[in-house]
């Protein structure tokens, strides 16, 4: 990677093709003519995925960071040479709207803080892309699409499944009805986090909820994206089997929909298992990728042969994907719409394990 | 294989250290001190796994059989050396309580006919194994236990798994804890059978039901010795996308159970989709077998890494088992208590899939 604090200690940089950049905004916007993300939210993901990954983009880069955690923000400005001009705390957040360098916000924050972050990263005239679960209620995720669409800025969801090589496989097998008409699908996302001290584990209003919203997330976009079909019912189950762990929380979920044309899925997620994949059965065979949900290792198998996908960077494929959905004004894939569905049937599924009835959509 | 077939062609069996067998059924009966079984109804699954069984085992063999089809007699007798008098039909079925060379009778017949024969059986003297599953109704299923008890018979049901070593693995990580407590199951079996021609998928007053019936029973079965506990309470969802196929049966259902100390288990099994495995999530590790319920083949993976486990062949174990309880007098692993207690948790998963209620047991 060439970047300025390489080029100074280096001299190489010019015989390589660089520039020297001067400090400040424009210098990095126009760095290799890619569009500048900030992250808002240091976090774990932000810190051992989004940023990572944002050194293998192609259209964007790691142009600034946000944070609450004055302490984390020296390691960030060395490891991604980010200068002082862009970098904010949660307090002068709204002063991006005048930092060129910035064209998009990044939040990682956890779920119920992303509205507000959106709305404010709307106003300030970025782009937002927002970590999944998008929002804990449908209510917000509509606060946050009308916001973006009011600052006519653009919002992709975190949707990183939906830009990987195997799930995009399963699209397509959708599709093109490869093996058929699609019939069955199972899929279950779980861990054994019960015993996690994050914000996730302890704080339901932050979360709000458990490992569907966290995990079984990834389930239910699969079944969605794997049938190109929306549920029409659901059933749900949720258990709990360590009363004092997970406040307000599920500990384990269970669900069921109908989707049109009698395709019907079995999904399951908690954080007491461990268990990743999506197995799709069709009219002529059937495919699984398993672990599917993981951040590499990704491993596809079709009627008993794998699938033979390359894994590469997810969030780098979903960031850069956004990038030039951007810069040419395309329909974006992991979009709101898609972030508030998923947040209706999450609702759908929550409210079926509680009446224990069926809920349709 | 020396039998008296071969020796009479070849001359050599005296040699191998059998002895001439006179006509008539004592000489069966005494042959290497083999228990004589009978196997009744000659369909697909006789032929195809219990006759080919029956040639491995050590404390059983194939004596005699029972069938409603003469022109299926020759072919047998001819292969497996069966001599007249201890072929039946279903008429004169009741004379072989007179013939001891056949020890037990195995009713391999659709499940309506179980109880009929187990009767008559027992009735005869004979010990019996009854195909899974045990009967259509848990009402016939106590018949049949109050017969084979009346007449001081011993009954098992043909629970394959049951005495196959990766499942008895996984028995034994129940029992021992090797894992931590178990937390989650998933189990799933299912076949693309919805255009058979087969009673199966035809006959729901021979079937009793559809595939959870046929083949959701050996996840239902995992489920309980997987666990070493027996279900509290069971919601279910059926499903039906093509109506014009299984009457009166379903074509694809999911269920889920509540068990002691807060295991839950969630289940498929369908007519119109391809899975085959039984998935556990302990407090510490994970554990697999796909294909599970397959006649061979099997492969287990706990943590990730394979079990390395040897398949053999689960009839012989089964029916080898049974000849011992019946010699020793000891317990059978695939008792009809058994048989009973899935059919009681059968019917209670179609009563909550009619009821979209919670069943308690």
Redesign the interface.
Known sequence: MVNRRNFIKTGTSLALGASIFPSGSRSYRTRNDKLGVALLGLGGYASGQLAPALQETQHCYLAGIVTGTPSKIPEWQEKYDIPDSNVYNYDNFDDIASNDAIDVVYIVTPNALHLPFAVRAAEAGKHVICEKPMEISSDRCREMIAACKKANRKLQIGYRCRYEAHHKQLMQYARNETFGKI??I?S?F?F?GVNGSNWRFTDPELSGGGPLMDIGIYSLEATRYGSGLDPVSV?A?S????PDKLPGMEE?I?W?M?FP????A?C?S?Y????NYV?I?T?K??YRIEPAFSYGGLKGVVNGEPMNIANHNQQAAQMDAFALNIRNNTPILGSGEEGLKDMIYIEGIYEAARS???VKF
């Open positions: 019939k069955v199972d279950n779980s054994y059933t189950q258990y709990k089997s360590i384990s269970f069921q109908e044309d009698g395709v019907v079995n399951g908690s007491v298992a461990r268990s197995h059965s009219e065979g059937w224990e009835q069926k």
